[in-house]
């Protein structure tokens, strides 16, 4: 059971716009920056927006992060079939025992 | 650029401990705000963060696993290595490491090793 929630999966067609939320807590998301992560199939992740909103260069500004409050979401537009992959979404995670970076669960995105 | 690698061995028995290594390039670990963590990913699973060292020797670990980790630096070597003890046939996964950086504002993770698959199994 992970710690931040995501629907397991998502589909949208050709050049439609697509979200997946992200759900977490007021020690997590609710106090600290939110990732996400776009892992394609066989791969290692790779990042895709931090502190909340940010692209790293080279990631194409099709790819959107927002947060409030406790909950976070990615908004993917004009998908293309190459966005078909696992997206992740992180935070710290201020817990009693200790600072934890947590992930969600992982949403599969298809594009049909 | 910056880059990380994991190492270590492929099929483990139960009850053993899985010792992995992370050798790194493009940054140094003696650099503030910099930590090098572990990361794995159960086959057809989500991720899981088990471990994190920072620059400053501090540490970091997964409550639920904590027991059974040891994380280590070796700046002069750009290594990192991470012990697991007690193996079980569910800690077979795919395990990353990865650097962290507060230059990205919080503390998160902007580059991945490829990963390693560990198999436990007898």
């Known amino acids: 059971q992970s710690v931040l929630t995501q629907p397991p999966s998502a589909s949208g067609t050709p050049g439609q716009r697509v979200t997946i939320s992200c759900s977490g807590s007021s020690s997590n998301i609710g106090s600290n920056y939110v990732y996400w992560y776009q892992q394609l199939p066989g791969t290692a992740p790779k990042l895709l927006i931090y502190?909340?909103?940010q692209r790293p260069s080279g990631v194409p500004d099709r790819f959107s992060g927002s947060k409030s409050g406790t909950s976070a979401s990615l908004a993917i537009s004009g998908l293309r079939s190459e966005d078909e992959a696992d997206y992740y979404c992180?935070?710290?995670?201020?817990?009693?025992?200790?600072?934890?970076?947590?992930f969600g669960g992982g949403t599969k995105l298809t594009v049909l | 650029q910056i880059t990380l690698k994991e190492s270590g061995p492929t099929l483990v028995k139960p009850t053993q401990t899985l010792t992995l290594t992370c050798t790194f390039s493009?940054?140094?670990?003696?650099?503030?705000?910099?930590?090098v963590g572990w990361i794995r990913q159960p086959p057809g699973k989500a991720l899981e963060w088990l471990a994190l060292?920072?620059?400053?020797?501090?540490?970091r670990y997964s409550p639920s696993l904590k027991s059974r980790l040891t994380i280590t630096k070796d700046t002069s070597k750009n290594q990192v290595v991470l012990t697991m003890t007690n193996m079980d046939p569910v800690d077979t996964a795919t395990y990353y490491c990865?650097?962290?950086?507060?230059?990205?504002?919080?503390?998160?993770?902007?580059?991945w090793g490829q990963g390693t698959l560990v198999t436990v199994s007898s």
């Open positions: 493009g940054f140094s670990l003696s650099t503030s705000g910099v930590g």
């Open positions: 990865a650097h962290f950086t507060q230059q990205l504002g919080g503390g998160g993770v902007d580059y």
């Open positions: 060292i920072y620059w400053n020797d501090d540490k």
């Open positions: 992180a935070a710290w995670d201020d817990s009693l025992s200790g600072p934890c970076w947590v």
């Open positions: 502190r909340n909103n």
